[in-house]
């Protein structure tokens, strides 16, 4: 069968070019996948860990904005606000709540009644983690009514959003438990966050080790606050900003006037982040920040202006960055890996018919959260006697391809055993995964031996 003197030269007169096809982002190392335990469909190894705290990622700024103009695309299309009560509060939670089921969060949507209208907190867990140790951050995604609300508070909202779908992306798995929740009626009094901390069994609330709270961070004339409620959650944003040169000042505009107030009132721990609203900054405060002394620091607090158009990016962009690194410095995770995490496997021996259709041959992934890396690695094991007749495809959980190999009429060697590095990272992790596998061309056959997945 594997002859590969006689067949060879006649063979290539039968091939065409168009076989030839650019194939998706993907690259082989040719690396053996030698010996394929049997029956060990799926495995699930040890999750490698890294001894050393994984280092916080650069939050894209980019991606916090498009949140941004997201809320004020509600905001217009709901008559120009995301109010308590109002319709563009309630898009403005399923836009969020989208983008978290998507990435994997658990997510839970509580409500509450307050003037008469129904109020909406969003809340979002990240699987995994010690659940005694919980590090939590939010921010009121409510608008007044006068308004959009992009910095107050679009800004905090989007900016937590960012930092969770980083978690998520990273596949980051954090040594505490993460959650993030979305208040809403913040603008009537703090009315959400109030209804949570009240509805928390008092076992739950001591397990929330710190409560971090993001009520606008990109005003347009911007300072650098932060809370000094704790000590140890002060110290680990002042010395973010303390790496980048920044100077921050202690948090003075109003004590208690955002979410943070609630859980501090029932023993928790917390700290935040601000960038300021109608105070004005002063001369000192200019000569270190920059920006313009005597104005405010947001001249649009709670005003109709508060839009796109209304939001510092270098703030913003420094800000949603202090937060990524008190969440992974306060969670004490680490990252997989490359190579170190779980592998799903199929042993199953599956013929690959002459020139004819394609076979599949199936993966169940099942306990990994979130998405695919975007360094997916898939051992091939396909024994072939002319390995030029084959093409072959990954398909994800949502149907898509992912080529991996294209048919050559001019490779005549056997056998494909190869790892392929895959960008599945649009790709839920969990589903049913497929190697395909056609032969294109007559006389050679062969077999896939076994394939498989490491996240
Ligand atoms: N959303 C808050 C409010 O309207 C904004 C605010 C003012 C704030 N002062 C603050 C937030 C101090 C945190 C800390 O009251
Ligand atoms: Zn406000
Ligand atoms: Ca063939």
């Given at each position: 069968m594997r002859d590969l003197n006689g067949p060879t030269l006649p063979r290539r007169s039968r091939r065409t070019a168009a076989l030839l096809t650019t194939g998706a982002a993907v690259t082989?190392?040719?690396?053996?996948?030698?010996?394929?335990?049997?029956?060990?469909?799926?495995?699930?190894?040890?999750?490698?860990?890294?001894?050393?705290?994984?280092?916080?990622?650069?939050?894209?700024?980019?991606?916090?904005?498009?949140?941004?103009?997201?809320?004020?695309?509600?905001?217009?299309?709901?008559g120009g606000n995301r109010a308590h009560g109002r319709s563009g509060y309630k898009a403005s939670i399923d836009y969020v709540k989208g983008k978290l089921d998507a990435a994997g969060f658990t997510t839970t949507v509580q409500q509450f009644t307050s003037n008469g209208a129904t109020g909406y907190n969003l809340i979002a867990d990240w699987p995994g983690g010690d659940a005694g140790h919980v590090v939590f951050a939010g921010s009121h995604l409510d608008s007044v009514s006068r308004g959009a609300g992009i910095n107050d508070n679009g800004s905090g909202s989007?900016?937590?959003?960012?930092?969770?779908?980083?978690?998520?992306?990273?596949?980051?798995?954090?040594?505490?438990?993460?959650?993030?929740?979305?208040?809403?009626?913040?603008?009537?009094?703090?009315?959400?966050?109030?209804?949570?901390?009240?509805?928390?069994?008092?076992?739950?609330?001591?397990?929330?080790?710190?409560?971090?709270?993001?009520?606008?961070?990109?005003?347009p004339n911007p300072g650098y606050f932060v809370y000094d409620d704790d000590p140890q959650l002060e110290g680990v944003f002042k010395d973010y900003f303390a790496g980048k040169n920044i100077p921050t000042e202690i948090e003075t505009e109003g004590d208690g006037r955002s979410d943070h107030a609630p859980f501090k009132n029932a023993g928790v721990r917390v700290g935040g982040l601000f960038s300021g609203a109608d105070y004005t900054k002063s001369a000192s405060q200019a000569a270190k920040w920059g920006g313009t002394a005597g104005q405010p620091f947001d001249r649009c607090y709670h005003s109709s202006c508060d839009t796109t158009a209304n939001i510092n990016d270098t703030a913003l962009d420094n800000n949603s960055d202090a937060i990524a690194h008190a969440v992974w410095t306060l969670s004490g995770g680490s990252t997989t890996p490359p190579g170190g995490g779980k592998v799903f496997e199929s042993t199953s021996a599956l013929d690959i018919p002459d020139a004819g259709a394609a076979v599949e041959s199936p993966v169940t992934v099942g306990g990994v959260t979130g998405n695919a890396p975007s360094a997916l690695k898939v051992g091939v094991d396909i024994r072939h006697s002319y390995r030029g007749d084959l093409v072959v495809d990954l398909v994800g959980p949502s149907g898509k391809t992912y080529r991996l190999k294209d048919a050559s009429s001019n490779d005549s060697a056997a056998d494909v055993v190869a790892t392929y590095t895959v960008n599945a990272s649009g790709e839920h992790a969990d589903g049913t995964w497929k190697l395909r596998v056609q032969d294109v061309a007559a006389q050679d056959t062969g077999r896939i031996n076994g394939w498989k997945l490491t996240f």
């Open positions: 082989a190392t040719l690396l053996g996948v030698s010996s394929v335990p049997a029956n060990a469909a799926p495995t699930a190894a040890a999750a490698g860990r890294s001894a050393r705290t994984a280092a916080a990622p650069d939050i894209s700024v980019a991606n916090v904005k498009a949140h941004l103009a997201q809320l004020q695309s509600i905001a217009n299309a709901n989007a900016g937590i959003l960012e930092v969770a779908l980083t978690v998520a992306k990273q596949g980051y798995k954090p040594d505490k438990h993460l959650r993030f929740a979305w208040w809403g009626a913040e603008e009537l009094g703090l009315v959400g966050s109030q209804n949570y901390v009240r509805q928390l069994p008092a076992a739950e609330r001591q397990k929330i080790d710190a409560y971090l709270n993001f009520d606008m961070i990109g005003s």
